[in-house]
């Protein structure tokens, strides 16, 4: 149960509270404090900017991970090793002898171990670095035994033993020792010993050579030929079986024709492929007669080894009589033993299994393993530096992303690979990545601007993939191949080349301008499209035109084109003509409307118009910048992040360095001339009056209801036609007048 009585301190990063390590003291009680309050859980023993062994010895529990619990067990045991646990917070690259607790056995035996790595190097040193601890080499060259269980040359002063090692060496491959050295444990030992013996008794066993020193090479051959003596006895018996399928069975003179025209020296295997000698019937190799040019040395080779030579025939029966006289050779070769110290020649192997000195190799390797609890002390003591220097670094990385947010911009993340330089910017926030599928899921997320990169070096066997993200400046010359260089935190440089871009908003003076490039970039599309299929539908009417035949006639005459009939038109042409009055109309209208405004209100008009167009866009990405969040991308490189880490405006502007040019007032020698300032100034006013003359004469006064500004033009300045609309005359009907139905009556 954690214990709530300890007084954390807290801090503001990153637009969050967390809490602040300060002392050694917050160390000893990592493990009450709440892992809500952790910015991470778990990340990766790869890929960070760290000592690669000071994360291996942060994973307490060696599964890849570094969790919260593996973090709580290191500060334990370092608080409980280092006696003044305020100076962890330091980071130092050695630790002073006296600041080992000796109060504790183990500080005790980091003490003891710590002297005698010192003693060894021949040092006198009261401090112990990373460097000292770490060259295991160098601490175990002079020792004769280190712990590890392997004995080397250099365990013994016996030159019976050395020359016994060395062969148990060549014959085992042997195991690495602490000091470099290559040498033997105890189980290479007894497998050497038991190779020994074994291949003694094979060799005692060897039966004997049914054609003396020629039997290898006769065996040899005989496996090769078997198959195909074999298939010429069995081809035999069937053309004697079947006298009409002889031609069939023996080598078909279409076949040798196919390839007689060819460099034969290069058809050996189909030459291989006819049968070894003639087929007659006869079951029986001739062995005067021609064999097949493929196999006839190797036949005669064996011939002169295993067969008789007065023999002018070899049948079947006998071709197997020499198959089983090396059956017992075979046989004896298929359960060799010991192959491993056959190179060392029986001669030297007898020698050693004389002189037996397994008994003196074994007692050699257990007065080296006597010594394992002070080689393993060592290894505590490479722990202990590595620790003592690099745990407060893991930790600022873990519990609060403090060198994140680091003001200092020389301080970076563990997780931070670089700085991609592109498009006259430097983007410092640069990760590895590892699980592209993980990225592809999780990184839109983020909200930031992300290039994806593979870069290359001539001093690294295999390209690294990396994500940066671009948090200043414009996305116009950022595109899928472009390339750029990556330099890694030791100064690497790379060849990076963008293989995929994830689209946020980078600014919100990009976001202002992100509405014209889209309606640009639409209107380029629309009229390169048009343009492509005019271009198109022009090529193909042409190219129809051009094969088309001439239209022939009853009387096989070709007749002539239809005339223009302008009757066809007159609708389009009315049609134009409807459309370009009603642009006019609206024209005009706003014209009107626009006449009665002041100048300040004309400003106000274009403002308004300007936020309409760019005001979503800047709204929206000031919303997004808010809430860029590093999480989603740290996540999909296999880290658990516990709370949000935003890369708000401000901070992202220190992320990205843009270029800054100096104001340069030498004059450029190949600048292109343009004309001179008083020149442009008179094109204008020019360009200006002209527009204002036309308007004048094509009566936008008299459009706009101004008399003063009438066209002086008697075709642009003709009054309006008023309309007269004549009532139409309607003539009065007397009405009968109502008579009473009692004068009717009458």
């Known amino acids: 149960m954690k214990n709530n009585d300890y ?49 291996k010895y942060a994973d307490t529990d060696a599964d890849g991970k570094i969790h919260v619990n593996d973090i709580v067990n290191t500060a334990n045991w370092l608080t409980n090793v280092v006696r003044d646990a305020d100076t962890l917070l330091h980071s130092e690259d050695g630790i002073a002898l006296s600041n080992i607790n000796q109060d504790s056995e183990e500080g005790q035996q980091l003490y003891a171990s710590a002297k005698q790595i010192l003693a060894n190097l021949k040092k006198e040193d009261e401090v112990i670095t990373v ?37 148990a060496i060549a014959a085992t491959g042997g195991s690495m020792d602490r000091s470099g050295a290559q040498g033997v444990n105890a ?47 069995l081809r035999s018996r069937l053309a004697a079986f079947n006298q009409d399928s002889t031609a069939a069975l023996d080598v078909q003179v279409s076949r040798i ?75 004896w070769q298929g359960a060799k033993a010991g192959a491993a110290v056959e190179s060392l020649g029986m001669e030297c192997i007898e020698a050693l299994l004389k002189a037996d000195k397994k008994t003196a190799l074994l007692e050699l390797v257990e007065q080296d393993k006597a010594l394992e609890a002070e080689a393993n002390g060592i290894d505590a003591v490479d722990r202990l530096t590595h620790l003592y220097r690099d745990f407060y670094t893991l930790l600022k990385n873990y519990i609060t992303l403090q060198d994140f947010y680091d003001p200092d911009q020389n301080v970076k993340a563990i997780f931070q690979a670089g700085t991609l330089v592109i498009d006259q910017r430097a983007c410092h926030l640069t990760m590895l990545v590892t699980n592209p599928g993980a990225q592809a899921a999780l990184a839109p997320v983020s909200g930031i601007y992300l290039i994806y990169c593979t870069c290359t070096s001539k001093q690294k066997p295999a390209p690294i993939e990396i994500v940066a993200a671009m948090t200043m400046g414009e996305t116009g010359d950022l595109y899928v191949g472009k390339n750029a260089i990556f330099y890694d935190r030791n100064g690497l440089d790379y060849d990076a080349v963008i293989t995929k871009i994830i689209d946020n908003p980078i600014s919100i003076k990009q976001a202002f301008w992100s509405p014209y490039r889209r309606l640009a970039k639409w ?80 400003i106000l008009i274009f403002v308004v118009i300007i936020l309409l167009i760019s005001g979503p866009s800047m709204i929206m990405a000031w919303l997004k910048l808010r809430k860029r969040n590093i999480a989603p991308i740290l996540n999909a490189n296999g880290w658990a992040v516990n709370a949000a880490s ?36 008179c094109i204008g006013i ?61």
């Open 7 to 55: 007084k954390w301190a807290f801090q503001n990063i990153g637009g969050a509270t967390r809490v602040k390590i300060q002392s050694g003291e917050d160390l000893r009680h990592l493990g009450e404090l709440d892992q809500k309050m952790w910015t991470i859980l778990s990340c990766p023993t790869s890929g960070l900017e760290i000592d690669s062994k000071s994360l």
């Open 131 to 167: 460097a000292d601890s770490s060259d295991s080499i160098a601490i175990f060259a002079q020792t004769q035994f280190n712990g590890d269980g392997i004995i080397t040359e250099g365990s013994t002063a016996d030159e019976d033993l050395q020359k016994t090692i060395a062969a």
């Open 187 to 233: 189980d290479q030992i007894e497998a050497f010993y038991t190779a020994l013996n074994e291949y003694k008794a094979w060799q005692e066993a060897k039966p004997e050579l049914p054609y003396g020193e020629d039997t290898d090479k006769g065996l040899e051959l005989f496996c090769a030929l078997n198959a195909k003596v074999k298939d010429f006895f």
């Open 257 to 331: 024709e196919a390839i007689s025209a060819d460099n034969l020296t290069e058809k050996g295997d189909e030459i291989a492929s006819y049968p070894l000698q003639r087929i007659t019937g006869k079951a029986e190799l001739d062995l005067n007669a021609p064999f097949n040019p493929a196999w006839a040395s190797q036949f005669e080779t064996l011939k002169a080894i295993a067969v008789d030579k007065k023999k002018k025939t070899l049948c079947e029966e006998e071709w197997n009589e020499i198959g089983a006289a090396f059956a017992a050779y075979t046989a």
């Open 523 to 602: 209107a380029e599309d629309l009229i390169n499209k048009r343009a492509a299929e005019k271009d198109a539908k022009m090529m193909s009417e042409t190219t129809a035109k051009l094969q088309e035949k001439p239209a022939v006639g009853a009387d096989g005459k070709p007749q002539a084109a239809m005339p223009f009939d302008i009757a066809k038109f007159a609708g389009i042409f009315a049609a134009i003509g409807m459309a370009l009055g009603m642009i006019g109309t609206a024209l005009v209208a706003l014209g009107k409307g626009l006449s009665g405004l002041t100048w300040w209100q004309y």
């Open 646 to 681: 935003i890369v708000n405006i401000r901070f992202g502007a220190t992320l990205t360095d843009q270029v800054n040019f100096p104001i340069v007032k030498i004059k450029d020698p190949f600048a292109e001339k343009g004309l001179a300032p008083w020149k442009r100034w």
């Open 686 to 746: 020019a360009c200006a009056l002209v527009v204002c003359c036309g308007l004048w004469l094509g009566n936008i006064g008299g459009m706009l209801g101004s008399e003063k500004l009438r066209s002086p033009l008697p075709c642009f300045n003709k009054p309006a036609e008023e309309v007269v609309i004549e009532e139409a005359a309607v003539e009065e009907v007397p009405v009968a007048e109502e008579v009473p139905a009692e004068e009717t009556a009458e």
